[in-house]
């Protein structure tokens, strides 16, 4: 068992015994064919790194389910949340900026601005100078519930962080901020 992950080590899946309890001598095909397939998924098993990797994905996942739940008191998802955060802090300012950060396709986040549009949290505006391009704007009433949704998304991170003393975030955030680092790296090179 892995200490930093909480899954078996692919020597450890190796080195497991036979199988014991109930079914597990009533022999047979279908007895060879269970054991032929764990062999192939020991062989097969993520290594440690990849384990990483889905943790934080489930990490991640955990954090945007609940903070969908508590943003639904306000008729939004977290996504949508994101959206209006990006604007307001000028981060983005096109559909097309939010597609890149966010990691959507362009037509679904046109259906995610027309639903924000329907709820009079932003606008659309042309380009004065290329009209082609289409600026997003959030609305007053969007500005004044962005203090609500912060608030919402701080207490589901405080939530999520319950039981980590300070010196254990600065580590995380230390972590994670050089992954993203060496990422980005790799993806410049």
Not at 26 to 31: E, L, M, Q, V, Y
Request: aromatic fraction near 4%; glycine fraction near 10%; hydrophobic fraction near 40%.
């Amino acid at each position: 068992m892995d200490s930093r992950t909480h899954m078996k080590t692919p020597a450890a899946r190796k080195t497991e015994g036979p199988r014991t309890g109930p079914g597990a001598a009533s022999g047979g095909r279908a007895d060879s064919a269970r054991a032929e397939a764990g062999r192939a998924l020991a062989e097969n098993a993520p290594d440690d790194e990849l384990a990483v990797g889905m943790l934080i994905g489930r990490a991640r996942s955990t954090l945007l389910t609940n903070l969908d739940a508590e943003l639904e008191q306000y008729g939004l998802s977290g996504v949508q949340y994101a959206v209006l955060k990006h604007l307001a802090d000028g981060t983005a300012l096109t559909a097309v900026d939010l597609s890149r950060l966010l990691h959507y396709d362009t037509g679904s986040m046109t259906r995610m601005l027309d639903r924000l549009e329907e709820k009079a949290l932003l606008r659309r505006e042309r380009g004065k100078e290329d009209r082609r391009v289409v600026y997003l704007r959030i609305t007053p009433a969007a500005r004044a519930l962005l203090p609500k949704l912060r608030a919402a998304g701080a207490r589901v991170l405080d939530r999520g962080l319950a039981g980590f003393n300070g010196s254990e975030i600065d580590a995380l955030k230390g972590y994670l901020s050089r992954m993203i680092h060496n990422g980005q790296r790799a993806h410049e090179d």
